[in-house]
């Protein structure tokens, strides 16, 4: 099984700053990667996918990288519907496999 | 527009059996793979199942291998997932995703869930 780890586990950011957050893979998912958006009480939401495709109506705000074992979400100003948890997925192998997440919080 | 609407969870002795469907509409659900992901309390998302379009290719978990079974039923534009031997850490709110394509295990579209409780 593939192990996703996120980091940091929390980040605060202050609104119109740049969030920078990770996600690492215990071997590589190519660029078979995927990240979802998800705020408290409500689904998750696809925002990127191929490591670096923003899904369909996702701002471009938010923007994808990296490949192998090594991943990064940025979000380049923080908005106020932006302070939310954020998960990353690989989908290279069987078992898919989710990472803990990270929440980004307003500082 | 597409909606997937969870239903079926519910309080369950340890042990015991489920049944959790997904009722879907606004595309062609015959033509899209299905997956359910779950969500402990206060935790993180964790894959459970996948099938594919047709419903002859699935894969689970390991945590869940040999006690749920995934399905679908494409006349009635259906998912379901059949939990059997049921242990206190299934307890989750339980989600189907619709991939975005015919097997791309990239999940566009969400349900809003149906809470599974294991207690006794």
């Known amino acids: 099984e593939i192990v996703m780890t996120q980091s940091p586990a929390t980040l605060s950011v202050s609104p119109g700053e740049r969030a920078t957050l990770s996600c690492r893979a215990s071997q590589t998912v190519s660029s078979n990667l995927a990240w979802y958006q998800q705020k408290p009480g409500q689904a998750p939401r696809l925002l990127i996918y191929?490591?670096?495709t923003r899904a369909t109506g996702i701002p471009a705000r938010f923007s994808g990288s990296g490949s192998g074992t090594e991943f990064t979400l940025t979000i380049s100003s923080l908005q106020s519907e932006d302070f939310a948890f954020y998960y990353c997925q690989q989908y290279n192998n069987w078992p898919l496999t989710f990472g803990g997440g990270t929440k980004v919080e307003i500082k | 527009e597409v909606q997937l609407l969870e239903s079926g969870g519910g309080l369950v002795q340890p042990g015991g059996s489920l049944r959790v469907s997904c009722a879907a509409s606004g595309f062609t659900f015959s033509s899209y793979a299905m997956t359910w992901v779950r969500q402990a309390p206060g935790k993180g998302l964790e894959w459970v199942s996948f099938?594919?379009?047709?419903?002859?290719?699935?894969y689970y978990a390991d945590s869940v291998k040999g006690r749920f079974t995934i399905s679908r039923d494409n006349s009635k534009n259906t998912l379901y997932l059949q939990m059997d031997s049921l242990r206190a850490e299934d307890t989750a709110l339980y989600y189907c995703a619709k991939d975005a394509g015919s097997s791309f295990c990239i999940f566009d579209y969400w349900g809003q869930g149906t809470l599974v409780t294991v207690s006794s």
């Open positions: 191929g490591a670096s």
């Open positions: 099938i594919s379009t047709s419903g002859d290719g699935t």
